[in-house]
């Protein structure tokens, strides 16, 4: 069950980047968020794995014979709601894969248990959120989360 929290979504967000940047070692990734607070009420552990998820994945897509460029975006949107996106210059995701993506087992690589995506679509739904992608094959993939925000600040 979760353990929600009041907590600025955007700081969170940015010590799990840089925790992720020096794991990597080299790896930068662009960072663009919001000046005021992204107030949510979520369970602050479970948003750090589904960010970690996210960012492998998109690490993880992009070949080996290719720079990463990763890039994480904060938005607040109409609701209010405050939106994640991880966006990677990967491969993209074959149209017959598409469809899988959420499911738990589906993995398209060599290593893991392809729950990740399944889990983080869990934790997401539980938080009253939403998680989806836009894909472009040979181009790459964002994937957006979204959460409502904490109005009474």
């Known amino acids: 069950a979760p353990v929600n929290e ?29 000046e005021d607070p992204i107030m949510v ?6 948003i750090v794995s589904v960010l970690n998820n996210l960012l492998k994945n998109a690490l993880q897509a992009v070949p080996d014979d290719q720079t990463p460029e990763i890039e994480v975006f904060i938005r607040r949107l109409p609701g209010p709601i405050a939106q994640l996106e991880v966006k990677d210059n ?12 959420f499911v738990p087992n589906f993995t398209t690589k060599n290593s893991g248990t392809g729950l990740g995506l399944a889990i983080s679509k ?13 894909t472009e094959e040979g181009a790459g993939t964002s994937f957006f989360v979204e959460f409502p925000m904490m109005t009474d600040l």
């Open 6 to 34: 009041k907590f600025d979504l955007s700081e969170l967000v940015e010590g799990v980047v840089n925790l992720f940047e020096n794991e990597e070692g080299g790896l930068k990734i662009d960072f663009k968020i919001p």
């Open 41 to 46: 009420f979520l369970d602050k552990n479970q």
């Open 90 to 101: 990967g491969t993209g995701i074959p149209e017959d894969f598409q469809p899988k993506v």
């Open 122 to 134: 869990k934790i997401v739904q539980q938080a009253k959120g939403n998680i989806r992608f836009d």
